[in-house]
């Protein structure tokens, strides 16, 4: 498929499904962070949308390449699992969206509370108040 959409420089992710991918994962990221809106530049989803396409050839070329060497013919899970986990994308195993959202939550609750205890000068300005009153 790749390679017959690629004779005709046609991408092989349609345009309107890889747009309302973008903007529903910026959406699950923002959430409650935020009401600015954001807003995709068209080359910036362009450039997006191609970069995803050679990663997922490369990916099923790695993959094939798996199965393969396998004896096989169709490639299977496991296959790519070897492919991702030998070119080190395995890491993204564990890291799903949900915990990605999770994590930055937390960090922005952890600032939020040392932001409400730090005392309200700048800290360069703390040692020389406290050596001020000291005197």
């Not at 009401?35 to 949308?49: D, I, K, M, N, P």
């Not at 960090?107 to 409400?116: F, G, I, P």
């Not at 730090?118 to 040692?127: D, E, I």
């Amino acid at each position: 498929m790749y390679e017959q959409n690629h004779a005709h420089d046609k991408p092989a992710i349609p345009q309107a499904p890889f747009e309302r991918v973008c903007r529903g994962t910026l959406d699950v990221y923002r959430r409650g962070r935020t009401t600015q809106v954001c807003r995709f530049q068209r080359s910036a989803l362009e450039a997006l949308r191609l970069a995803a396409e050679a990663h997922l050839v490369v990916m099923f070329e790695n993959t094939n390449l798996c199965a393969i060497h396998a004896k096989r013919v169709t490639i299977m899970p496991k296959d790519m699992h070897l492919a991702r986990r030998l070119t080190g994308d395995d890491k993204q195993d564990s890291e799903t969206i949900e915990g990605v959202v999770e994590r930055a939550e937390r960090a922005a609750k952890r600032d939020a509370e040392h932001d409400a205890f730090a005392p309200l000068m700048p800290r360069s300005a703390a040692p020389a108040a406290a050596g001020a009153s000291g005197k």
